[in-house]
Structures are given as structure tokens and as C-alpha cells.
Nanobody, 119 residues
Framework: QLVETGGGEVQPGGSLRLTCVGQGVSLTPWAVGWFRQAPGKEREVVACMSRYHAPAYEGFVEGRFTISRDDAKNAVFLEMTSLKSEDTGVYFC???????????????WGRGTQVTVAL
């Protein structure tokens, strides 16, 4: 399974670092993505990293977020800076046994971590 941590409440302009750890599954041969779901909206892709450590981002990230992975720690990270109120939502990580992004049919999902950006 996948477990996300690192969510919280920050003010606009703040930063958070989310972590996704694989428990009972090695993430090394998997592409891993971060998704988010805002209240009343559909879940959307945020970023993805291939098994070869090639990142991909959705346009709204605008250089504010960085996805990375540490295979030795079996973890994928999402560093978020310059956060905006519209970044509020539940952030999920997902993994698919594929070489490259995007994820089309992830086999594993985490339960999510809440990110709230507000004054």
C-alpha cells in the first residue's frame, strides 16, 4: 500500500513537502504520481515521476512544485512552494507498474493527505 504524509495548513505563499512511502511494495519499478482533489471537484493529476526519474507536471504547477524520488527510502516526494488557496485539497499518491508517465491505470492508491492553504 501507499501512505502519504506531510499535509497541513499553511498561509498563501507557504511551502509543504509531501511524502509517499510504499509499504509492502517496492516502488522502484513503478511510475508514481501525485493527484489532488479539491472540494466539489474531480481528482486531477499534479505531477508524475517515471521509474527512470523523469518528472512531468501539469500546467498549473507553474514551476512551484518539484517531484522527486528516493528509491533507497522507497519514497516519492512532492515539494510545494508558493502555495495558493486554489491548491487546497486532498493529495494522493498512486503507483502504476509502467516505465513512463502519465499514469493511466494505477494499481495502488494512498488514502490521501489534506493540504489547506488559507489566511
Amino acid at each position: 500500500q501507499l501512505v502519504e504524509t506531510g499535509g497541513g495548513e499553511v498561509q498563501p505563499g507557504g511551502s509543504l513537502r509531501l511524502t509517499c512511502v510504499g509499504q509492502g511494495v517496492s516502488l522502484t519499478p513503478w511510475a508514481v504520481g501525485w493527484f489532488r482533489q479539491a472540494p466539489g471537484k474531480e481528482r486531477e493529476v499534479v505531477a508524475c515521476m517515471s521509474r527512470y526519474h523523469a518528472p512531468a507536471y501539469e500546467g498549473f504547477v507553474e514551476g512551484r512544485f518539484t517531484i522527486s524520488r528516493d528509491d533507497a527510502k522507497n519514497a516519492v516526494f512532492l515539494e510545494m512552494t508558493s502555495l495558493k488557496s486554489e491548491d487546497t485539497g486532498v493529495y494522493f499518491c498512486a503507483a502504476e507498474k509502467t516505465d513512463y508517465c502519465p499514469l493511466r491505470n494505477p494499481e495502488f492508491w494512498g488514502r490521501g493527505t489534506q493540504v489547506t492553504v488559507a489566511l
